[in-house]
C-alpha cells in the first residue's frame, strides 16, 4: 500500500514537474532572418520557419513568393514561460524587423514579408496590443506602426532546405550582408538573454 502510495505521488510530481511550453507565432520578413535570431534566445526550445495567415491549403516557397495566397513567411516559436516571457519574444520581434513599413523588409517586398503577430490566445493578443500601443506613446519609430495582430489559425513548416537555413548556408550572399549584420545587432542589444 506504502508502496503504491509512493509510486502515485512521483508520478503526480514528475508531471508537476513537467514545463508546460507554449507557442507564438510572428511574421517579420524573410523567415531565415528570423528563425536565426529567436534560435538564439534563452528559453526557445524550438523555431521552425513556414507560412501561416493566408488561404491556401499546404502552400510551398514557390506559392507563397508569387504572393497570391495570403500566407506570410513566418516562424513557429516553442519557448519555455518560465526562462523567456512572450512580451520579452515581442521585444526582440520589434528590434529586429521594421514594423513601419507595409508588406517588405528592406528589398523584400510583398504580402508575405508583411510584420504580423498571430496571437494564439487572448493573452497574447492582449499583450500584442499593449506593446504596440507602448511602442506608439513611447515615439520608438518615427512612423507608424503596421504590424498586423491576426488570430492564429494554421501553420505550414516550410521545406527541409529552409530550417536552420542560416547555419547551413553562412557563406550565401543573403546571409552574409542580410542575416550576418542583422545578428550582430541583436547580440549586442540582447547579449543577457542569449543561450551560452
Request: a neutral charge.
Amino acid at each position: 500500500m506504502r508502496k503504491s502510495i509512493v509510486i502515485i505521488f512521483l508520478i503526480l510530481s514528475t508531471t508537476a514537474m513537467a514545463k508546460e511550453l507554449e507557442k507564438a507565432t510572428l511574421g517579420g520578413g524573410c523567415f531565415w532572418c528570423t528563425e536565426a535570431v529567436y534560435l538564439e534566445l534563452k528559453g526557445v526550445v524550438d523555431v521552425k520557419p513556414g507560412y501561416s495567415g493566408g488561404h491556401v491549403k499546404n502552400p510551398g516557397y514557390k506559392e507563397v513568393c508569387t504572393g497570391t495566397t495570403g500566407h506570410a513567411e513566418a516562424v513557429q516559436i516553442t519557448f519555455d514561460p518560465e526562462v523567456v516571457s512572450y512580451s520579452q519574444l515581442l521585444e526582440v520581434f520589434f528590434a529586429t524587423h521594421d514594423p513601419t513599413t507595409l508588406n517588405r523588409q528592406g528589398n523584400d517586398v510583398g504580402t508575405q514579408y508583411r510584420s504580423v503577430i498571430f496571437y494564439h490566445n487572448q493573452q497574447q493578443k492582449e499583450t500584442a496590443e499593449k506593446v504596440i500601443r507602448l511602442l506608439e506613446e513611447e515615439k520608438v519609430y518615427e512612423q507608424p506602426i503596421v504590424t498586423e495582430i491576426t488570430a492564429y489559425d494554421t501553420f505550414y513548416v516550410a521545406e527541409d532546405y529552409h530550417q536552420n537555413y542560416y547555419a547551413r548556408n553562412k557563406s550565401q550572399g543573403y546571409c552574409q550582408f542580410i542575416i550576418a549584420p542583422k545578428l550582430d545587432k541583436f547580440r549586442k542589444v540582447f547579449k543577457d538573454q542569449l543561450k551560452k
